[in-house]
């Protein structure tokens, strides 16, 4: 199983955009990455998922370059109310699954 | 649509105690994990499921037992509780196999206390 590096904690003001990188330097040719995105007292929330290059969807962007060993999170324009912990996660599907989650990046959004 | 209901949403429990932690899903997922949650750090896989008859050991299954004899239902077992094993514990499932698209489904967590 790849491990991520992910920044312990990160801080940002209203408005701003958000990167957040992770590291994965031993991914394998089946992994894809996934990110999550919990708040206090609630189970993680399924954000975005890649395989390589670019992928956007209704609440961020994925970029991932073509050695595939990081990807960056990006989430424009940041509220108050993205401020929670940001997980990274490889996975290969073709092993049944097995979903470890590593330490998480907290988010902190400043007015 | 229910999705992950887990029950009981909080629980106390004394020193060497057992209880079974219930977790079903209605979106008719294959796979299914246990997860906990010690404050202010990550989640940490305990077991999981790819489907009715099939478990196996996460990262820190030790004084935990599961079943999985239904699609539904993946119930995590404590046979004798320690204060060790307080923590918020969120049971989750997905499609897996062909239908994968990566979402991990959560239920609300079941918040355990032991004493």
């Known amino acids: 199983l790849a491990k991520t590096t992910q920044p312990i904690s990160m801080d940002s003001y209203e408005g701003q955009e958000v990167n957040i990188t992770c590291s994965h330097n031993n991914i394998a040719t089946n992994d894809y990455i996934t990110w999550y995105q919990q708040f206090p007292s609630q189970g993680p929330r399924f954000i975005i998922q890649?395989?390589?290059t670019k992928v956007t969807n209704e609440v961020a962007s994925l970029f991932i370059p073509a050695d595939r060993k990081s990807s960056t999170l990006s989430l424009p324009r940041v509220s108050l109310s993205d401020t929670a912990v940001y997980y990274c996660?490889?996975?290969?599907?073709?092993?049944?699954?097995?979903?470890?989650f590593g330490q998480g990046t907290e988010l902190s959004v400043k007015p | 649509n229910a999705g992950v209901t887990q029950t009981p949403k909080f629980r106390i429990l004394k020193i060497g105690q057992s209880m079974t932690l219930q977790c079903t899903q209605d979106m008719n997922h294959n796979y299914m994990y246990w997860y906990r949650q010690d404050p202010g750090m990550g989640l940490k896989l305990i077991y999981y499921?790819?489907?009715?008859?099939?478990?196996d050991k996460g990262e820190v299954p030790n004084g935990y037992n599961v079943s999985r004899s239904t699609t539904e239902d993946f119930p995590l077992r404590l046979e004798l509780a320690a204060p060790s094993q307080t923590s918020v514990y969120f049971c989750a499932s997905s499609y897996g196999g062909t239908k994968n698209t990566g979402e991990l489904f959560f239920g609300e967590g079941s918040r355990l206390t032991v004493l």
């Open positions: 499921s790819v489907g009715a008859g099939i478990t």
């Open positions: 890649g395989y390589k």
């Open positions: 996660l490889v996975v290969d599907y073709n092993q049944g699954g097995k979903l470890i």
